[in-house]
């Protein structure tokens, strides 16, 4: 019996059983909390150098800060939940299906191009993503999806163009960047041998549950929603909650200083990137106001590895995907965003 294409392979839903452990997870958040904390005082006590302003104005910003990124991503995780319901229980199987190529690269090369009709960010694209699985695609198919999606959205096109318009090729890298790096990881993960095995235990419980829902399309929307709210807004609020902690504990003047070296600027950005966990649909200003300081490389490094694999997007994406594999998505997209922005940095 022929053994069926890894890249290809759809998730075949098991049968629900009950977690055995949201006391541990409980438990996680809160030690995850406790230690954000405690590092916090320890750097005030141990280096009150490092910083300008004392701990309560610190954890004041911080507060601040992650209730902003928690206020800005919510509309885009809440479009992202109702699309992904759409996709799973209000369009007719094979609706999707019949539109997409049969080769495997080739599917994930148009899959890579679907976010430029879907007018969300990287939070919203999360529970879209989800739904996409449980309709049946593949995982590479849906990494595919999930990580092109952020950065060639219109949205993020419109607002990359006004702030950079064409110059330095910023515009440019980024798009061609965002989809290579996309096809690239969902070309590495078609080669696992067990695709299936990159969700978590608790995402393929949840798909047997939704799979398995009886009853008219209206409760099954009720009860997607409930699930999908129930999965992302912990994450959400855990990642939100991190990226204040962090901007407030990174000295901005340290990635600063090193703005103007080839190299040196691209790593300083790409830290940048995943600590600031700006909203991709305007993480280009952001970048602007670093346009004249660092090299042209390293924006393009910043809006790569921003909308991709940020604290906040990581916290959603454990949601779904286990840490390993997202250990492999991390190392895949600095070293890709490094090698992009060495290029540009090198040609312009």
Known sequence: ??????????????????????????????????????????????????????????????????????IESLPFVALGVVLSIVVQVWVPPGVIERWMPRTPWLRRAVLSLLGMFI?????????????LLMRGFSVPETLTFLIAAPIVNPIVIITTHQAFGFDDGILIARLL??????????????????PDTLLTERFRDTCALVTHEPGSRWRRTMAQFVIELRAVMPALIIGSALAGA????????????????????????IALAMVVSICSN?????????????????????????????????ALLRT????RTLAGIVVVVVLAAFAIGTAVNLLV
């Not at 939070?123 to 993503?129: D, E, L, S, W």
């Not at 960047?177 to 067990?194: F, K, Q, T, V």
């Not at 779904?320 to 840490?323: A, Q, V, Y």
């Open 1 to 70: 019996m022929s053994r069926p294409d890894p890249g290809t392979a759809r998730y075949t839903p098991r049968t629900a059983r009950p977690d055995p452990r949201p006391a541990a997870r409980l438990a996680a958040a809160v030690g995850i909390g406790a230690v954000v904390v405690a590092a916090l005082f320890l750097i005030d006590a141990f280096a009150p150098t490092l910083f300008p302003a004392s701990l309560p104005t610190r954890a004041q910003d911080g507060l601040t800060l992650a209730i902003s990124v928690l």
């Open 119 to 131: 007018p969300v960010c990287e939070c919203g694209n999360v529970p879209f993503a989800r739904g």
């Open 177 to 194: 960047g965002g989809y290579a790096i996309a096809n690239l990881i969902g070309w590495l993960y078609s080669r696992h041998p067990s």
């Open 246 to 269: 962090v901007q407030v504990l990174v000295p901005r003047e340290t990635l600063l200083a090193i703005g103007s070296n080839p190299a040196l600027s691209i790593v300083a950005m």
């Open 282 to 314: 305007v993480d280009s200003f952001f970048a602007l106001s670093f346009a004249s300081t660092f090299t042209p490389g390293s924006i393009v490094a910043f809006l790569l590895v921003g909308p991709l694999v940020d604290v906040k997007m990581l």
């Open 320 to 323: 779904t995907f286990t840490t």
